[in-house]
């Protein structure tokens, strides 16, 4: 079953960035869409995260913050949390346990894409990084294949391994 997620994952978040663009949105889509979330606040507020962040390229890849966001929904700390537990006022022990999955998903990143950085993922990809918000640089990352097999993997991949540390960590693994 967890195959089966992670499957649907790479080939929805794959099939969005393609048709829809916008990585950090397409790989939350992706996210949503297996584990039927329905929640259009995230998908909007992943937005400006695209290419790296208002489409600079110098941030983290969008389809990257995606991935966290979603861990970070499923498992991360609530306002609830906080100043309940007399052992715990700051309600850290989820973070604990939300950290290291991250962690997990930053360093298949890393082995993958050497960088979570947009650019450098690009450098990785491409051989060159690209300036999108230029039309002309826009055209020729299309032509390189932006969004034919290149950022398509990426939030595929990214939507992949989110629901494989996901899943991993539902099994107790």
């Not at 939350?28 to 208002?54: H, P």
């Amino acid at each position: 079953m967890e195959e089966k997620k992670a499957v649907k994952a790479y080939d929805l978040a794959y099939k969005y960035e393609k048709e829809w663009r916008v990585c950090s949105q397409c790989t939350i889509k992706a996210l949503s869409d297996v584990y039927e979330i329905d929640n259009v606040d995230i998908f909007r507020a992943l937005s400006g995260f695209g290419a790296g962040g208002a489409t600079e390229g110098d941030g983290m890849c969008g389809a990257y913050v995606a991935g966290m966001i979603f861990l970070s929904l499923k498992l991360g700390r609530d306002i609830s949390d906080i100043g309940t537990d007399p052992k715990d006022p700051r309600g850290s022990k989820k973070n604990k346990v939300l950290t290291p999955l991250i962690k997990k998903l930053r360093d298949r990143f890393i082995d993958e894409y050497t960088s979570i950085i947009c650019h450098q993922i690009h450098r990785k990809l491409y051989g060159r990084p690209f300036y999108l918000l230029d039309r002309q640089e826009s055209e020729k990352f299309d032509l390189a294949g932006g969004h034919d097999w290149g950022c398509t993997a990426v939030c595929g991949n990214a939507a992949k391994w989110t629901v494989e540390i996901y899943e991993e960590f539902l099994k107790g693994e």
